[in-house]
């Protein structure tokens, strides 16, 4: 049990830190990005899904063990219509980082009133330049909209504003260079992501699709020169470089060929109430008995210790059936 207001650090058993949450707001998508959301795999809001008062319970219980940043995802979190008020209570709660990670279709509209509720960075995916490519990508989505949420970003102060690239042989590989190019003379920090089997494709075709995180920087390499190092947080999963003379900088995500378990820092919330102490396990408690309890940030406490005392040491980064798929998990 806890005492209100007591503030410990949230450790597990192997040592590492626990300081960073991920909510998933929503499984609902307005694209279909091939790696992501599985077509035929369509679901609504399910049913108890997390209100607004959950969310400020569970930053509330989480704030008192140490959390340092918060990200909202989904699905696309932009079609949840409460989000800015789950944004609101971060702010109010003072959690000092405060994060969305979306494929930006719906950002311009709505960045404003993001932003005034107390959004401070921005994650945007964005698999390709070229807009027939990025058409593939998604299965329909419009890169340029994406871009007009770049420029709305900037214009309303977000720091930094990172683009999130999953590479994909046969799609998106000859994609590289002119995603690396756009952090020449722009504030962006590109990432490329190793492509994880969170999709239940074809185990075959997944590794016929699969590029590794090397043979994407070597791809830079050969085309830009050395990249220079970037001092950057250690836990978290990018390692980050800049191209000689650039304003903005690159960075490589490798979960699948250098795993980064050691240094893991999170938690993941679901949409239906489950918290998920590791992306790559199926591993997960259902918590709504905590949301529903007399004292509910007293007994999510209770929930969150016992979950951060089953997180494993490591994932499983192998082609595996999944009882679900990324859009389900959140990113």
């Not at 063990?65 to 003072?94: D, N, W, Y």
């Not at 005392?309 to 389900?328: I, Y």
Request: net charge neutral; proline share 8%; glycine share 8%.
């Amino acid at each position: 049990m806890c005492n209100t207001g007591v503030r410990v650090k949230l450790i597990d058993r192997y040592g590492r830190l626990i300081k960073d949450l991920r909510i998933s707001v929503t499984p609902r998508c307005n694209l279909h990005c091939l790696y992501c959301h599985p077509l035929g795999y369509e679901q609504a809001e399910p049913p108890g899904s997390l209100g607004v008062e959950d969310v400020r319970h569970f930053l509330q219980a989480m704030q008192m063990l140490g959390l340092e940043s918060v990200r909202f995802t989904g699905g696309e979190p932009l079609v949840r219509k409460e989000l800015p008020q789950m944004i609101a209570v971060a702010a109010e709660l003072g959690i000092p980082d405060i994060a969305i990670t979306t494929n930006g279709l719906l950002f311009k509209r709505k960045a404003r009133e993001l932003v005034a509720a107390g959004l401070r960075r921005i994650n945007l995916s964005m698999d390709a330049v070229t807009p027939e490519v990025f058409r593939r990508m998604t299965r329909g989505g419009q890169v340029e909209r994406v871009w007009e949420a770049i420029e709305t970003a900037w214009e309303l102060g977000l720091h930094p504003v990172k683009v999130n690239a999953v590479m994909i042989r046969g799609m998106n590989e000859e994609e590289v260079i002119p995603l690396a190019t756009l952090s020449l003379h722009h504030p962006l920090e590109v990432r490329f992501l190793e492509y994880m089997h969170l999709d239940n494709s074809n185990p075959e075709l997944y590794r016929a699709r699969f590029v590794p995180g090397a043979e994407t920087r070597a791809r830079l390499e050969a085309h830009f020169g050395p990249l220079e190092p970037v001092e950057h947080d250690p836990t978290a999963p990018a390692r980050v470089y800049r191209i000689p003379g650039a304003v903005g900088r690159v960075g490589f995500i490798n979960p699948v060929s250098e795993p980064f378990c050691s240094k893991c820092s999170r938690l993941r919330l679901t949409a239906d109430k489950k918290l998920r102490p590791c992306l790559l396990t199926e591993l997960e408690m259902d918590i709504a008995w905590a949301f529903a309890a007399p004292n509910p940030v007293e007994a999510l406490v209770d929930a969150i210790l016992i979950a951060t005392d089953r997180k494993p040491a490591f994932g499983n980064t192998l082609p595996t059936l999944r009882e679900r798929v990324m859009v389900g998990i959140g990113g």
